[in-house]
């Protein structure tokens, strides 16, 4: 799938614009063999409030909890869920990348304007994390 578009030219509405790269994506086939394709939507129960579906998607295991979450709660509670899910992890090479992940994503909500409470998440160190990870297989 695609993630680069481009740029809207200057004289295009923004309708005909989103039109058109929707209908470059169906051409490339980027919405082929979606989960749910040819299926109709489930029928609003009138009480749907606008975020239902996330929340439905939540239910089914589609999505994490956490992806709802602003950055100053979901980060936290990957670090406080870190040392389960390194657990897992068969070698080093992965839970470095792991880490350094999680800290590359700290550092950029730290960068970003903040949605929610503060951000009180500091980036791990690797290293350390790496010795904890080893220790615990021993």
Known sequence: MSTVT????????????????????????????????GKPL???????????????RAREGAVEAGAFLPPSLALPREIQDLPAKLAKV???????????????RIREAHRRPQDGPPLRAMPLDVEETVESW?????
């Open 90 to 104: 068969r070698t080093e090479a992965k839970v470095r990348e792991i880490v350094t992940d999680l800290d590359e």
């Open 6 to 37: 481009d740029r809207k030219p200057a004289g295009a509405s923004f309708g005909s614009w989103v039109d058109r790269q929707i209908a470059a994506a169906e051409a490339r086939g980027d919405f082929a063999d979606l989960p749910g394709a």
């Open 42 to 56: 489930p029928p609003p129960t009138g009480r749907d409030a606008a975020t239902d579906w996330a929340l439905r």
């Open 134 to 138: 080893r220790s615990g297989r021993s």
